[in-house]
């Protein structure tokens, strides 16, 4: 175990106590394989292995590479409740990622207290709740992605698209994928255009990401 590792299991000792039994702390060491976990703090039933999973994935995404973390992540726990996991990559001093600290978040407990605080206050939440869908709409109309998006995403990436190898164009596919850039019309066009591929190759990505993600 890289000796790194150390200082941040201490971290996650310091978090997990302080912070309370609804977060979990885990630091996984990334020079392995198998991401073994090294340490683990308030540990919350069925979540160490879905948690590893979605680390296994943000380790192969150069844009969580680059940014060395990914937020509120939705993990798949066993008791069927709400956990949410943040990731941080632990480097070393070359720049390498050598773990990564984990804290999972039991959101159920939240809103369990939300029903229970509404249920003593009695509002009349009916008008509230079209209000929120309307405002949530709006939001969402202002950050959904277009066609705009594939220009900044493929200026963003480290690589220029004419020297780009094969698994280089399948992670940026993949990262327009997870931000719903393919949602839009004539964006698979434009990709392919932009990337100098055949739309064929690209139809052929998008089904390949598809497949993988189950």
Not at 64 to 93: C, M, P, W, Y
Not at 164 to 170: G, P, V, W
Request: charged letters at 35%; hydrophobic letters at 35%; aromatic letters at 8%.
């Amino acid at each position: 175990m890289n000796s790194i590792l150390k200082k941040y299991i201490e971290l996650a000792e310091f978090i997990a106590d302080s912070a309370g039994d609804t977060f979990e702390t885990i630091v996984f060491d990334t020079t392995d394989e198998s991401l073994p976990s090294v340490g683990h703090f308030n540990p919350l039933r069925g979540t160490e292995n879905p948690t590893r999973e979605i680390l296994k994935e943000a380790l192969k995404s150069r844009t969580i590479q680059k940014n060395g973390k990914t937020l509120n992540r939705a993990v798949a726990s066993e008791h069927k409740k709400i956990i949410k996991t943040s990731i941080f990559l632990i480097r070393d001093e070359e720049d390498t990622t050598v773990g990564a600290l984990c804290i999972n978040v039991n959101c159920h407990v939240y809103f369990e207290l939300e029903k229970f605080f509404s249920g003593i206050m009695k509002f009349n939440t009916s008008d509230m709740e079209k209000d929120e869908c309307h405002i949530f709409d709006e939001e969402k109309k202002k950050e959904a992605p277009t066609l705009d998006t594939i220009d900044r995403m493929i200026a963003e990436f480290e690589v220029e698209p004419g020297r780009m190898s094969a698994d280089e164009r399948i992670e940026i596919i993949c990262d327009m994928f997870d931000e719903g850039v393919f949602e839009i019309k004539g964006s698979v066009a434009k990709t392919a255009k932009a990337l100098g591929v055949s739309e064929k190759t690209i139809y052929r990505y998008l089904s390949e990401i598809r497949k993988a993600r189950g």
